[in-house]
């Protein structure tokens, strides 16, 4: 072989190896957008289902702690305190319930892990072939 054949060799190796690690990205790239919109998605459903729930809850809690302080009234309780227990009650669920659900929103949730994934296996591949060439 000469050297001309060998430059030029080199010079179509190279060139496909630039046109595969394009297309290659240009995939990737693709994927990491439709993962990202999945993961968009989702996160408007959860929000959608906790407005909704809380909008539910807001009604039912209103029936539902009048009806506890009436009956812990009933049951010998001073009607002040009796709201100031179920009120506190209440207000302890609210807390545990937000704070899951915003910890079911962090973002770390959203990030696309499968493109993260096939990107660090796609780099090891192209350096391996690299290496080996």
């Known amino acids: 072989m000469t050297d001309h054949t060998t430059k030029e060799s080199t010079r179509s190796i190279f060139g496909d190896l630039l046109t595969h690690a394009t297309n290659l990205m240009r995939g990737e790239f693709d994927l990491a957008r ?9 996160a408007g459903a959860a929000v959608g289902m906790i407005v909704g729930g809380v909008v539910i809850a807001l009604t039912a809690l209103n029936v ?7 009956a812990l009234t009933e049951a010998g309780i001073a009607a002040g305190w009796s709201a100031m227990i179920v009120g506190v009650t209440l207000a302890i669920i609210a807390f545990v ?6 910890k079911d929103l962090k973002l770390s949730n959203l990030a696309p892990t499968r493109t993260a994934r096939n990107v660090r296996r796609d780099a090891a591949t192209v350096r391996e072939s690299y290496h080996e060439s």
């Open 34 to 42: 439709a993962e990202m919109n999945d993961n968009l998605k989702s």
């Open 64 to 70: 539902l702690a009048a009806a506890t302080v009436s």
């Open 97 to 102: 319930l937000a704070q899951k659900g915003m």
